[in-house]
């Protein structure tokens, strides 16, 4: 990877990492992008010299967006310095350019992160030179343009007569259950706009790959950003008179976060950082695309596991019941054959019920007799591991908290009118409270991992009056955030963090790059479970996700025993339980239970442990279409072993042909076939050639395939 500054018909900066060439220059006083290569290719000087050959004018190629004061800033600024530095991330380094505009009293660094994978990360650090406050309404860390087809460039040759050349993939998912519904579109002629309005990164994601249907390339981006969002595409719309692309094939983009203006006041001397931005555009296949992205999140961006803790099947409950019976549940989930237990929701305040409503009350009820003491030490009896749940930016309707600070709930208006039971953390004292109680309640009761949740939607969102504005609240709101879980992963690193938002409300890289995993979903029965893994799996590595079983109560009825066990092994399971206290666990569903627990704690989690390569065999079904199969395989990079689910979901054809994709040609592996109980030995090219066939005769149901390399005699 490397970082080179010239100047030719105006600074110019280059960055190279992996097979990923960017360049761009300040011209005209806009930062331009020039040019993109996913080959490694470095355009000659007088090639790009002529980049970017589109009019500025006609087209946005500014490569950052930022409104200060009402005031649209692509344009207007002047070179300061160009300097490299250490990145924060071990391995990584990072180029900043500074310019100063002229005619605002500001300048902006802009940051640029690379880590040796294709992706490059970028940030904006704007700072207010003036004497009076500025206030940001709009910004974008990354824009400009993405590809550039003209005939001119291509000696004459026309661009290619393609119906839909660009193919947008996104997470269509607005509601709480919806997580992991990729989607793939056609990107229309002018303009489209992707966005979400929770108030909250979620159930959709900040996250998108565009598909060049021409050249085969495949750009893909992610915004660091858990609140609003937005993303705009356009497509140059001119046509010639036989209703062809007169100016070729162009795109270009722009993404950031999204909220009611001004998205923050920035103060005379104050300087203010943005989102990051992560994009590449590689040339390469569906899942070798995914393996490139898996690749750059464990480079840089998610944070390693604390050894250790890089897999473990947990058990938990929400306290239910006053009484010591969760100390039997704890019994229970050793016996079944669980590494960890968690204490969920119900374990607070001065009285027992209705957890929702005591939230912000964070001091252990009396209801548990033995407290969270017991529980640890239980815990440890059995040589499991302990944590805890919170939500911590939450306040509940009859918590002794409310009662004390209403003054700390979430307002917005100048009539201060209530948004939610969320506390307002542009509020210097309610930030504080949230701060300290979090790094309280880890070293008070000696966690070993811990997890977040946020059960709100705040949709606009509220403000605050500040300085003669009202200011959203948002950005603030995250600033504190993401600075608290920064201080628990540098304080207390032996801590695994959990992050859930309704389940996967908030599953964006502004909290995966705090948190070690996060919630696949709160609506976990089949065959929505195994098609939301499948989809969430374009985005993060299976490491990075944790799955509840049973967390639905009537899941069990949703597909045969073995499909509602088996997708357990596609991400950290959670156990919800193992039915009634009182029931017998001698009998058949307990045993196959206790073998997939021990399945995943012996071969399919090590596996997701080791960061496993991922093959998508059925990518595009998406999470309600119709679809007749899912199929998803995990395999480990040296190709030693891997295993393969192939899920019956629908539709009247029983068999399915799978050719397994992590196995290395010329080696021998032991095959199982779980439904079977039998074993066979075939080369790997015969499971990526031939492949298995699998007859399933009845929907909701499933095979799994295990294979390993055959061990060389001695």
């Known amino acids: 990877m490397k970082i080179q500054f010239a100047n030719d018909s105006g600074p110019v900066q280059r960055y190279v990492s992996d097979t990923t060439v960017y360049e761009e220059v300040l011209k005209n006083t806009r930062l331009l992008g020039r040019y993109w290569s996913a080959s490694g290719q470095v355009q000659r000087e007088n090639v790009a010299a002529g980049l970017p050959a589109l009019s500025e004018l006609q087209f946005p190629l500014h490569s950052f967006d930022l409104e200060i004061d009402g005031q649209d800033l692509r344009s207007g600024w002047e070179h300061v310095s ?20 002229l005619v605002r009293p500001l300048t902006v660094k802009v940051v640029t992160r690379l880590d040796g994978t294709p992706f490059l990360v970028r940030s904006l650090e704007v700072t207010n030179t003036g004497h009076s406050p500025a206030a940001l309404s709009r910004i974008s860390p990354w824009s400009g343009l993405l590809w550039s087809w003209r005939k001119q460039d291509h000696w004459g040759e026309a661009a290619p007569d393609v119906p839909a050349p660009f193919k947008l993939g996104f997470f269509d998912g607005l509601t709480q259950g919806t997580e992991g519904n990729f989607q793939w579109e056609d990107l229309p002629r002018g303009r489209r706009r992707i966005e979400g309005t929770n108030g909250q990164s979620g159930f959709g994601n900040p996250f998108f790959m565009i598909r060049h249907e021409v050249t085969g390339e495949t750009a893909i981006a992610s915004l660091a950003w858990s609140g609003n969002w937005y993303a705009e595409f356009w497509r140059d719309p001119f046509l010639d008179l036989a209703g062809r692309p007169d100016q070729g094939l162009n795109l270009a983009f722009r993404m950031g976060p999204n909220g009611a203006a001004p998205l923050r006041l920035i103060m005379p001397g104050e300087t203010v950082t943005s989102p990051e931005m992560h994009l590449a555009i590689v040339h390469l296949g569906l899942d070798e695309c995914v393996a490139a992205w898996h690749a750059h999140l464990r480079a840089s961006v998610i944070p390693p596991r604390p050894s250790g803790k890089e897999f473990y099947t947990i058990a938990g409950r929400v306290v239910e019941e006053p009484g010591d019976w969760i100390l039997r549940e704890i019994d229970i989930a050793a016996e079944m054959g669980a590494k960890a237990f968690m204490v969920d929701a119900g374990w607070y305040g001065d009285e027992f019920g209705g957890w929702p409503e005591r939230r912000g009350d964070w001091h252990v009820g009396k209801w548990l007799p033995e407290g969270l003491s017991g529980c640890r030490a239980r815990c440890q009896k059995h040589g499991m591991l302990f944590g805890l749940w919170m939500e911590p930016e939450v306040i509940g309707h009859k918590s002794r908290l409310l009662a004390e600070h209403p003054e700390w709930l979430l307002r917005t208006n100048v009539a201060r009118d209530v948004v939610a039971n969320v ?24 966690l070993d991992f811990f997890k977040i949740d946020y059960n709100t939607r705040i949709f606009e969102g509220g403000q605050s009056q500040r300085e003669g504005f009202m200011e959203n609240e948002g950005w603030r709101h995250y600033e504190v955030l993401y600075s608290t879980f920064d201080a628990v992963r540098e304080q207390m690193p032996h801590v695994a963090l959990e992050c859930c938002a309704s389940g996967g409300g908030r599953n964006d890289l502004g909290m995966m790059s705090r948190f070690h995993y996060c919630c696949e979903s709160d609506f976990s029965m089949f065959p929505r479970s195994i098609r939301a893994i499948n989809g969430l799996t374009l985005f993060l590595p299976p490491e990075a996700l944790c799955y509840y079983h049973n967390h639905m109560p009537l899941a069990h009825q949703k597909a045969d025993l073995d499909t ?15 039915g009634a206290q009182d029931a017998d666990r001698s009998t058949p569903s307990c045993d196959k239970t206790r073998r997939y627990l021990k399945l995943a704690n012996d071969f399919t989690g090590p596996i997701i442990a080791q960061k496993p390569q991922v093959f998508h065999h059925t990518p595009d079904i998406g999470l309600t279409s119709p679809a007749p199969w899912c199929v ?17 979901l629908g539709g009247d054809d029983s068999e399915y042909t799978v050719h397994l994709h992590g196995v290395s040609l010329e080696t021998q592996y032991d095959v199982t076939l779980d ?28 095979e799994l395939v295990l294979y390993q390399r055959v061990a060389r005699s001695t």
Do not use: W
Request: aromatic residues 8%.
């Open 82 to 101: 160009s300097t490299q530095r250490s990145g924060k991330h071990p391995g990584t380094i990072e180029g900043a350019v500074e310019l100063r505009h």
């Open 675 to 702: 439904n079977r109980q039998e074993r066979f030995r075939a080369t790997g090219r015969e499971l990526t050639g031939v492949g298995l066939t699998v007859r399933l005769d009845a929907p909701c149901t499933s």
């Open 564 to 578: 509602h066990l088996r997708v357990t092994l596609f991400a950290q399971p959670i156990f919800v339980g193992f």
């Open 423 to 446: 506390l307002d953390l542009a509020n210097p004292e309610a930030a504080d409270f949230m701060r300290k109680s979090i790094l309280r309640i880890i070293r008070e009761h000696k």
């Open 632 to 648: 998803l395989e995990y395999a480990a990079k040296d190709k030693s072993r891997g295993y393969a689910g192939i899920f019956r």
